[in-house]
């Protein structure tokens, strides 16, 4: 087996709207990889939009901006205690979401935001629930 025949090339779509871009880096569907990986993406989202507004019953997510500036506005939909994170790339750190906890990345600033993310489930329609703050 030649290295060419080694190696495999996923073709990934950007997705584009006008609050920027989406694209998944890997899906957990990928050959070769393990049952218990969920997914990774980037995104990122121009001044005056927001990025999420939804809760996971079941997925647990991590995130990281790794250029430009956002607010973390989150909310236990259940007890409904709420907590504002503000991250920035100057200073990355990565924040774990459990399920349950509603979230939401605003971005105030005059520039994008890129946001890197990890959730440990593949994506499931019915485990993202809109949820209004």
């Not at 504002?84 to 924040?95: A, D, R, Y």
Request: glycine share 6%.
């Amino acid at each position: 087996m030649t290295l060419i025949d080694k190696i495999i090339q996923y073709p990934r779509k950007t997705i584009f709207d006008s609050r920027g871009w989406f694209l998944k880096t890997l899906t957990g569907n990928e050959k070769k990889i393990s049952d218990s990986v969920g997914e990774i993406y980037f995104t990122s989202c121009e001044p005056g939009y927001t990025r999420g507004g939804h809760y996971h019953p079941k997925a647990l997510e991590w995130f990281t901006i790794i250029d430009g500036e956002s607010e973390l506005h989150l909310e236990d939909i259940f007890t409904k205690e709420q907590i504002i994170i503000k991250l920035s790339g100057h200073s990355p750190v990565t924040v774990y979401v459990p399920n349950n906890v509603a979230h939401v990345f605003i971005n105030k600033s005059d520039k994008p935001f890129l946001l890197c993310a990890y959730s440990n489930l593949k994506y499931q329609a019915e485990d993202t629930i809109q949820y209004n703050f």
